[in-house]
């Protein structure tokens, strides 16, 4: 069965489709206003987990829960760790997959506008001319659910590396990363010689997994202290053994 997030995905890609299609057959005049439009919405949209939090008071009351857990100095462990340039190096071959979708993009427009866009275009029916435009975006849709299927092949995850955090017993503030206790759908990593604990996502609903580790010279007690508090269901698994 189908997670709720990809439902969720599948069915906002095809709003968009649909919108594009209504407002390029219908009214084109107004085609660049929304294309303006959905690439302010994008960023917005990309924070919305961080923004939510903040509306809806979340933010404010894992900052006034009792704290459990500081680390300042994260930055400094993660670039003493020998494996992690190999990681993101992995996470920028991610990046460039995803700036193939932008040339097939144009590539696509530029043969569907010029050899089967005009057979809609130049009816009578309104309808076929939205039906035109239509096809052109699904074929978007399918591309980029394409690229985003060979960048899950090819790498299968994005990190989230906190330069510094607070951790309450509500959940996790830090730079770029606010995150609600219980979490559902995530378990617990562990490695003791890169000095790292981590939080994976179980589910992805189709999307890149983003991984969100949290460095510390105080492993044990931070594992502990996520165990407790983290998950509605503790799941842990140590990537390597204690040395």
Do not use: C, H
Not at 86 to 110: A, D, H, N, R, W
């Amino acid at each position: 069965m189908p997670s709720r997030t990809l439902v969720r995905s599948l069915l906002m890609s095809q709003v968009f489709a649909i919108v594009f299609s209504l407002v390029a057959a219908f009214a084109p005049q107004y085609f660049w206003l929304l294309v303006i439009a959905f690439m302010l919405i994008i960023p917005f949209t990309m924070g919305f987990s961080a923004l939510k939090a903040r509306a809806t008071g979340k933010y404010k009351e894992i900052v006034n829960a009792r704290r459990l857990f500081k680390e300042d100095n994260a930055m400094d462990l993660a670039m003493r760790d020998p494996k992690l340039s190999s990681e993101l190096g992995q996470q920028m071959k991610m990046m460039l997959y995803s700036f193939v979708t932008l040339p097939l993009f144009i590539v696509v427009s530029m043969g569907y506008r010029s050899y089967v866009l005009p057979y809609f275009q130049n009816s009578s029916d309104i309808v076929i001319r939205f039906l035109g435009f239509l096809i052109m975006y699904e074929i978007f849709v399918g591309i980029g659910r394409l690229v985003q299927a060979l960048m899950m092949r090819k790498t299968g995850f994005t990190l989230m590396i906190p330069q510094k955090y607070i951790i309450t017993e509500k959940g996790v503030i830090g730079k770029g990363v606010t995150l609600t206790f219980p979490l559902k759908n995530y378990k617990i990593e562990v490695n003791y010689r890169r000095k790292f604990v981590q939080l994976v996502p179980t589910k992805t609903g189709g999307r890149i997994k983003t991984i969100t580790r949290f460095y510390t010279k105080d492993v044990e007690r931070l594992k502990k202290i996520l165990e407790k508090y983290a998950l509605e269901t503790t799941s842990l698994e140590s990537s390597e053994e204690k040395s």
